[in-house]
């Protein structure tokens, strides 16, 4: 027994250290509760769609049929083999301050070294990108419910009509207090997204996100810190690698844990990681 | 690093202090993964070595082969249990 003691210590300690950083996690929505409700003694009042959870002891999403909240994150997760689906919710943005962003990103462009006449050549546009072409009137925020890490500010094109199935939409991401760098992101409707970074073309496209099973993994990674806590996407293959590296290690509840103590007691696992996450990043 | 109580403080503070600095945002992710992979294929197989070398389970000029990934686990049971099976 005496000499488990340092095995179960190593354990007790990970077990500690995860569910400590676990009850760290802030989601955006649960920073504006409304505390001042008459009940008392005073409990959150969750936003709407969302309800108190008393085990984490925090506001969760409700769950559609067929979803239940995960023990540790909260989020909803599809019953069975745990992995969330994409639940896009939209809305238009009213706040002028955003909008006023969009515009200056967009006018600042040329100052960035933005070449819109090959940008729009790539984009397959007939014409060549103007602040004129984009509509900052009617803005939408678009982020997924299942997981509340950022939001797409878009400013989409006015040639987009519903008689066309190809979209455009000037694009900037946000976590709620800094805005990345922008992208433009080309839609076929139930098809594909194309992500194209300003000065380097096409970066990703996604085929799948139409699917009801689709999860945002593929784009995991590409979402990532740059410098001057700014935010840019860019879905290379190392950043992807290193990003579901880090993934694995923080965000998966007890496989999290499992890796953690795994990697300390036998080094090659974080190899055996990054194998896996440059083959499913790089080639898949 | 005889003791084994030294051998798991040595191992897991700076692996703990690295799951920290990269969950709080102290690091950013290519440093996080650069720090990985320095803890897990020289600072691990380091302080095994030197684990293994005190307490006489292995001799000097085989202290290298730690740093060959998975060639010591076949001195686990000593290394994380005090015990001299396999």
């Not at chain 1, 997981?147 to 976590?175: E, H, P, Q, R, V």
């Not at chain 1, 784009?219 to 293959?237: M, R, V």
């Not at chain 1, 990003?243 to 999290?256: A, E, I, K, P």
Request: aromatic share 14%; charged share 10%; net charge positive.
């Amino acid at each position: 027994m005496k000499k488990l003691l340092p095995f179960l210590s190593i354990i007790l300690v990970a077990l500690f250290f995860i569910s400590c950083t676990k009850n760290q996690l802030v989601s955006p929505s649960s920073e504006n509760q409304n505390l001042t409700g008459k009940v008392s003694p005073n409990v959150l009042q969750c936003n709407e769609g969302q309800h108190w959870d008393y085990y984490l002891k925090k506001c969760v999403i409700t769950c559609s049929s067929g979803y239940h909240n995960d023990s540790i994150t909260g989020a909803c997760v599809l019953d069975g083999n745990g992995k969330i689906p994409v639940n896009l919710q939209t809305r238009s943005v009213t706040d002028v301050t955003i909008k006023n962003t969009l515009i200056s990103t967009f006018n600042n462009l040329a100052s960035s070294g933005v070449n819109l006449v090959e940008l729009s050549a790539e984009l397959g546009l007939g014409y060549t990108i103007t602040a004129d072409s984009i509509d900052f009137v009617n803005v939408v925020m678009t982020w997924d419910a299942n997981d509340l890490g950022g939001k797409a500010i878009t400013a989409n094109f006015k040639s987009n009509s519903n008689a066309n199935n190809i979209g455009y939409g000037f694009t900037m991401f946000t976590d709620d207090t800094l805005m990345g760098k922008p992208i433009i992101i080309k839609t076929s409707k139930n098809n594909y997204l194309k992500y194209y970074s300003l000065t380097e073309g096409l970066i990703t496209t996604i085929s799948n996100y139409a699917s009801s099973s689709y999860v945002f993994s593929s784009i995991y990674g590409s979402y990532y810190p740059g410098s001057g806590g700014e935010k840019s996407i860019k879905a290379t293959c190392d950043v992807a690698t290193i990003q579901c590296m880090t993934d694995l290690y923080s965000n998966h509840g007890w496989v999290s844990i499992w890796a953690f103590v795994q990697t300390a007691f036998y080094p090659p696992t974080a190899v055996a990681v990054a194998a896996t996450c440059a083959v499913h990043n790089c080639w898949l | 690093m005889k003791s084994i109580l030294n051998f798991y403080i040595f191992i897991s503070l700076p692996f703990i202090t690295l799951m920290l600095a990269s969950r709080y945002h102290l690091i950013g992710s290519y440093t996080w993964a650069i720090f990985l992979f320095i803890y897990c294929l020289i600072y691990h197989p380091l302080i095994s070595g030197l684990r293994l070398l005190a307490n006489g389970i292995i001799k000097k000029n085989k202290f290298w082969y730690n740093f060959i990934p998975g060639w010591n686990s076949k001195y686990f049971s000593f290394l994380f249990f005090n015990t001299k099976g396999k």
